[in-house]
T-cell receptor, first 114, second 110 residues
Framework: QKEVEQNSGPLSVPEGAIASLNCTYS??????FFWYRQYSGKSPELIMS????GDKEDGRFTAQLNKASQYVSLLIRDSQPSDSATYLC??????????????FGKGTRLSVIA | EADIYQTPRYLVIGTGKKITLECSQT?????MYWYQQDPGMELHLIHY???????EKGDLSSESTVSRIRTEHFPLTLESARPSHTSQYLC?????????FGSGTRLTVV
């Protein structure tokens, strides 16, 4: 069974610091990797996607992928209290009809302290 | 401004009732999904569809059904609600890879 593992946290960082969120996955043929942010009581919203090894930067967010280690991470620079949320890692693989549905981790709860 | 709509937003219903959770999207996406999420837990796939008249079962599909008669509409039906169905139900659609989620339906079965 395909699994996506995340440390549930909470991860507490001071305002302005770098928050580092980690995720491992079990399916070696996984091809697409996503980070979603979910505020309490709200739906997940997509913040980053990454498909190839290396780093991908978008504003204060950087996604890092290492397929050999089956590891994906999200860095948030200059963390703000508004970044306080649960961050979900999601993975899918190639199937016979195209990409398979996303498998989500349990999420890491991030708390940015002002 | 949401492009994927779920109704109702909240629902409290008695055990044994039949319920349908509605999901519609205006983006023309072929792929649509239903996930269930308990507080602090991961999303579990219930059903998904890759186009009209195409539906597939996920991990939690045994007590519900879906239909996809129109591209924009993907309703989820529970034939007989039970307290164990109390949860948040999230609908999502996708054009390629990443999902857009609706606001969700919070269901309570009493």
């Amino acid at each position: 069974q395909k699994e996506v593992e995340q440390n549930s946290g909470p991860l507490s960082v001071p305002e302005g610091a770098i928050a580092s969120l980690n995720c491992t996955y079990s399916d070696r043929v996984s091809q697409s990797f996503f980070w979603y942010r979910q505020y309490s009581g709200k739906s997940p919203e997509l913040i980053m996607s990454i498909y190839s090894n290396g780093d991908k930067e978008d504003g204060r967010f950087t996604a890092q992928l290492n397929k050999a280690s089956q590891y994906v991470s999200l860095l948030i620079r200059d963390s703000q209290p508004s970044d306080s949320a649960t961050y979900l890692c999601a993975v899918n693989s190639a199937g016979n009809s195209g990409n398979t549905p996303l498998v989500f981790g349990k999420g890491t709860r991030l708390s940015v302290i002002a | 401004e949401a492009d994927i709509y779920q109704t109702p937003r909240y629902l409290v219903i008695g055990t044994g009732k039949k319920i349908t959770l509605e999901c519609s999207q205006t983006m023309g996406h072929d792929k649509m999904y239903w996930y269930q999420q308990d507080p602090g837990m991961e999303l579990h796939l219930i059903h998904y569809s890759y186009g009209v008249n195409s539906t597939e079962k996920g991990d939690l599909s045994s007590e519900s059904t879906v239909s996809r008669i129109r591209t924009e509409h993907f309703p989820l039906t529970l034939e007989s609600a039970r307290p164990s169905h109390t949860s948040q139900y999230l609908c999502a659609s996708s054009e390629g890879y990443g999902y857009t989620f609706g606001s969700g339906t919070r269901l309570t079965v009493v």
